[in-house]
């Protein structure tokens, strides 16, 4: 599917709120869904023009060389953004910034309605002065801006930053831009004019994040009946070794001293009965079960290579998009598991008790795999990956229980090219490479706007509608 659809995400709001974290989300959220999106920081502009180590009065709006020079950075953010869409057929831009009053956003808007790039301003608002010391400790103070400044004097300094910000700040009134206003992330959200599937999929992510700590848990089942016969799919119950996980789980899990824990398995055995001995809240989601191998269904590798030689070849050609006769691609379980997503970032402690391609489409969405590579994520049995959502992704530790399992990841394939030559890209087919080059794996409606081939594409920094910043 082809789409002309361009929309920019324009965060809003004062240093230290959360913008950078919702950019890096909505960002990693939107490329697991196929869907090509690129952050644009100005800061990191505004580094590379004019260094980093600048003190708090580059920030003063009564320094009017520090204002020119934060509109420079500005302006070359923009303009990078608006070339990337029409040259590398972008389709989500993040512009991440403080665009903290309504001249700012008005030149934006502007700007990007020019090139039919529709604009979504997002704003984040904390009133949580906690949190907002938290974020400056976790993320400010480790910035280049402050490299080897005392961390005492950078959270002075930062703090008069946000002081010459909140000078000129204005929170977003504007009636006629689309905008969603999050309060405190997750306590308070306002929306205006959300226009089209997309921009209320994004919105709808967005109201759905919470930014207080926690952990997310993955295991795969224990061992199964099927892992030692080599076969995949199926229904089959643990082996004597996977039970034996089974029993481990409790003390490990207890160990790790994470309260309020609530465990998802699928409707399948194997996941049901490694959750067994773990008292906590227990749900089964059918959404979570095996990708579905049709009718290769509790075959071996080698009965699959035998009997359906070139589905096998094309499968190792393309393993995201190729789709089982009958079953599913991994891009099949993308789009089935963004529900999964969407609970997961409502909740807080979850331990996922799964299947291998479940757990690493899972898994890419947190630690940012393009599609290309998610099929061949070591996800290994007998072990449970701890994920801490941090700013810019999650901290990651992995905890081996010391008994044997069957390996069940085949590695990635040099590409021959007699392999090549079996490969068809057809589309709606079954036991093929089923893709459109591009294509998201959510619809998404065409742009508002029809595209043109004479919008300008320079920006003219002396234009007066750019005005002072903030
Ligand atoms: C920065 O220079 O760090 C951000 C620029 C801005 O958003 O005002």
């Known amino acids: 599917m082809s789409s002309n659809l361009r929309i920019a995400c324009v965060m809003?709001?004062?240093?230290?709120?959360?913008?950078?974290?919702?950019?890096?989300?909505?960002?990693?959220?939107?490329?697991?869904?196929?869907?090509?999106?690129?952050?644009?920081?100005?800061?990191?502009?505004?580094r590379k023009l004019h260094g980093a180590s600048l003190p708090h009065t580059?920030?003063?709006?009564?320094?009017?060389?520090?204002?020119?020079?934060?509109?420079?950075?500005?302006?070359?953010?923009?303009?990078?953004?608006?070339?990337?869409?029409?040259?590398?057929?972008?389709?989500?831009?993040?512009?991440?910034?403080?665009?903290?009053?309504?001249?700012?956003?008005?030149?934006?808007?502007?700007?990007?309605?020019?090139?039919?790039?529709?604009?979504?301003?997002?704003?984040?608002?904390?009133q949580d002065e906690a949190l907002i010391l938290a974020n400056i400790?976790?993320?400010?103070?480790?910035?280049?801006?402050?490299?080897?400044?005392?961390?005492d004097e950078a959270a002075v300094d930062f703090i008069a930053r946000i002081d010459h910000y909140k000078e000129q700040y204005e929170t977003i009134t504007e009636k006629d831009l689309t905008f969603i206003k999050l309060i405190n992330v997750g306590s308070q959200n306002i929306i205006n004019m959300i226009q089209g599937y997309l921009e209320s999929r994004i919105v709808y992510y967005l109201m759905n994040l919470h930014i207080a700590p926690r952990k997310i848990y993955f295991s795969r089942h224990g061992e199964s009946q099927y892992n030692l016969e080599g076969k995949i799919g199926?229904?089959?119950?643990?082996?004597?070794?996977?039970?034996?996980?089974?029993?481990?789980?409790?003390?490990?899990?207890?160990?790790?001293?994470?309260?309020?824990?609530?465990?998802?398995?699928?409707?399948?055995?194997?996941?049901?009965?490694?959750?067994?001995?773990?008292?906590?809240?227990?749900?089964?989601?059918?959404?979570?079960?095996?990708?579905?191998?049709?009718?290769?269904?509790?075959?071996?590798?080698?009965?699959?290579?035998?009997?359906?030689?070139?589905?096998?070849a094309n499968r190792d050609e393309d393993k995201f998009n190729y789709r089982y006769r009958g079953g599913e691609s991994y891009r099949d379980v993308v789009l089935r598991l963004e529900p999964i997503i969407m609970e997961l970032e409502r909740h807080e402690n979850i331990l996922i008790i799964g299947h291998q391609a479940i757990l690493r489409c899972i898994y890419a969405y947190f630690m940012n795999y393009n599609h290309e590579d998610l099929p061949y994520i070591k996800i290994p049995l007998h072990t449970v990956i701890e994920l801490t959502?941090?700013?810019?992704?999650?901290?990651?530790?992995?905890?081996?229980?010391?008994?044997?399992?069957?390996?069940?990841?085949?590695?990635?394939?040099?590409?021959?090219?007699?392999?090549?030559k079996l490969s068809k890209i057809n589309l709606g087919a079954s036991g093929e490479i089923v893709r459109e080059p591009m294509s998201p794996i959510i619809p998404i409606s065409p742009n508002l706007f029809p595209r043109t081939s004479s919008n300008p594409s320079t920006i003219d920094l002396s234009e007066p509608a750019l005005g002072s910043l903030e």
């Open 389 to 420: 959502p941090k700013a810019y992704g999650c901290e990651e530790k992995r905890y081996k229980v010391d008994i044997d399992a069957v390996d069940t990841h085949r590695p990635k394939l040099k590409k021959s090219p007699s392999v090549r």
């Open 234 to 312: 199926g229904d089959s119950s643990l082996s004597e070794r996977g039970l034996l996980y089974a029993t481990k789980l409790p003390e490990l899990i207890q160990n790790l001293g994470t309260q309020d824990l609530v465990i998802w398995t699928s409707t399948l055995k194997r996941t049901v009965e490694t959750s067994q001995y773990l008292d906590y809240p227990k749900l089964q989601w059918k959404a979570l079960d095996e990708l579905d191998a049709g009718v290769c269904d509790g075959m071996t590798y080698e009965e699959i290579e035998q009997k359906y030689p070139e589905d096998f």
């Open 12 to 46: 809003v709001g004062l240093p230290a709120r959360g913008k950078t974290y919702i950019s890096q989300k909505v960002c990693r959220y939107l490329t697991w869904l196929g869907i090509k999106t690129k952050v644009f920081n100005v800061g990191n502009y505004r």
């Open 137 to 151: 400790k976790e993320v400010k103070l480790s910035s280049p801006d402050y490299a080897n400044t005392d961390p």
């Open 58 to 126: 580059f920030f003063d709006p009564h320094n009017s060389i520090g204002e020119q020079q934060r509109r420079e950075a500005a302006a070359a953010a923009l303009q990078d953004m608006i070339e990337w869409f029409s040259n590398d057929q972008g389709i989500v831009a993040i512009y991440d910034a403080t665009n903290s009053t309504k001249k700012r956003r008005r030149w934006l808007y502007e700007k990007l309605s020019k090139h039919d790039i529709q604009v979504l301003f997002i704003e984040s608002i904390c």
